[in-house]
């Protein structure tokens, strides 16, 4: 047996149970006593006791027709919730990040470059407060770093809580750093 072959299989076999599973029902709703709707309908576990004694599919055209509708309405509802996935992205794990491009960026920039607060050498971010695209408006708040003030461990993640509770940017810096005064 081929891959391909392999794959289809094992793909289509949960719609080869809804379809016997169906061709049952038909057969349980023949089975069940009485003429009219409501009586095969207050009898039908009578009619699925009867068609579930064994495992064979029944060859009768309703039932037949009722196996291939279910596993349709089946396949069909598992097609459509794939379709309307918009979160993911095809041939991708979830939540697997990628770089972004300079075509993410360009909504949020604004063409006239004394408008933009610069964050790297490719990428700015706009400061109008209302940008042609509502989608695009975001936070303009910013927190500048320099390279030179950077530290790692705990004193950093204690250092930049201190930083975020406060309103304004201060140096980053201790007294007791080399650095101290060539701010």
Same mark, same amino acid.
């Given at each position: 047996?081929?891959?391909?072959?392999?794959?289809?299989?094992?793909?289509?076999?949960?719609?080869? =149970?809804?379809?016997? =599973?169906?061709?049952?029902?038909?057969?349980?709703?023949?089975?069940? %006593?009485?003429?009219?709707?409501?009586?095969?309908?207050? $009898?039908?576990?009578?009619?699925?006791? /009867?068609?579930?004694?064994?495992?064979? %599919?029944?060859?009768?055209?309703? @039932?037949?027709?009722?196996?291939?509708?279910?596993?349709?309405?089946?396949? =069909?509802?598992?097609?459509?919730?794939?379709?309307?996935?918009? !979160?993911?992205?095809?041939?991708?794990?979830?939540?697997?990040?990628?770089?972004? &491009? /300079?075509?993410?960026?360009?909504?949020?920039?604004? @063409?006239?470059?004394?408008?933009?607060?610069?964050?790297?050498? &490719?990428?700015? =971010?706009?400061?109008?407060?209302?940008? %042609?695209?509502?989608?695009?408006?975001?936070?303009?708040?910013?927190?500048? &770093?320099? /390279?030179?003030?950077?530290?790692?461990?705990? @004193? /950093?993640?204690?250092?930049?809580? @201190?930083?975020?509770?406060? $309103?304004? &940017?201060?140096?980053?810096?201790?007294?007791?750093?080399? $650095?101290?005064? !060539?701010?």
């Amino acid at each position: 047996m081929s891959r391909k072959t392999k794959r289809l299989l094992l793909l289509n076999l949960p719609y080869a =149970l809804f379809a016997l =599973l169906g061709t049952k029902l038909g057969q349980s709703w023949r089975y069940a %006593p009485g003429f009219g709707f409501s009586e095969k309908f207050l $009898h039908l576990m009578e009619g699925m006791a /009867a068609a579930f004694q064994t495992v064979m %599919p029944s060859f009768q055209p309703f @039932e037949m027709l009722s196996g291939i509708l279910i596993a349709a309405i089946i396949r =069909l509802a598992v097609y459509l919730k794939g379709k309307n996935a918009k !979160k993911f992205r095809k041939n991708t794990e979830y939540g697997s990040a990628r770089w972004g &491009t /300079a075509a993410d960026i360009a909504p949020f920039m604004d @063409e006239d470059f004394r408008n933009n607060i610069i964050l790297t050498q &490719t990428e700015m =971010l706009t400061m109008n407060n209302r940008p %042609p695209d509502p989608k695009t408006a975001r936070n303009k708040n910013v927190t500048i &770093t320099p /390279a030179r003030m950077l530290m790692y461990g705990k @004193e /950093a993640s204690n250092r930049k809580q @201190e930083i975020d509770r406060q $309103h304004y &940017t201060i140096p980053n810096q201790r007294p007791k750093d080399k $650095h101290c005064g !060539k701010i």
